[in-house]
């Protein structure tokens, strides 16, 4: 088991710069992928970005050159630095490990103003 506790979320205005961390129970070299997702009102959860094990990451097209996503294993924690906030990043976001088993945090609220 892991518990994956995001913080960072908020209100900012459209342009603005939000990170979001997720910090994990356990050491979070124990997973191949760790990554953020999120849910806008409505719609189905979406991938934002990945960063598997070796440190490749990967990133949803609108996220390109906007977010950025990185770790600190000695703090077991994954971050997503976001940057040129749009209206439409407005979502909960939601931390995950994948393993054997994935594991997925409770949300954090974003939401970006125009």
């Known amino acids: 088991q892991v518990q994956l506790v995001e913080s960072g979320g908020g209100l900012v205005q459209a342009g603005g710069s939000l990170r979001l961390s997720c910090r994990a129970s356990?050491?979070?070299?124990?997973?191949?992928?760790m990554g953020w997702h999120r849910q806008a009102p409505g719609k189905q959860r979406e991938l934002v970005a990945t960063?598997?094990?070796?440190?490749?990451?990967n990133y949803e097209d609108s996220a390109k050159g906007r977010f950025t996503i990185s770790t600190d294993n000695a703090e077991n924690t994954v971050y997503l630095q976001m940057s040129s906030l749009k209206p439409e990043d407005t979502a909960v976001y939601y931390c995950y490990a994948a393993g054997t088993i994935d594991f997925w945090g409770r949300g954090t609220q974003v939401t970006v103003s125009s």
């Open positions: 960063i598997i094990s070796g440190g490749t990451t």
């Open positions: 356990r050491s979070i070299l124990d997973f191949n992928v």
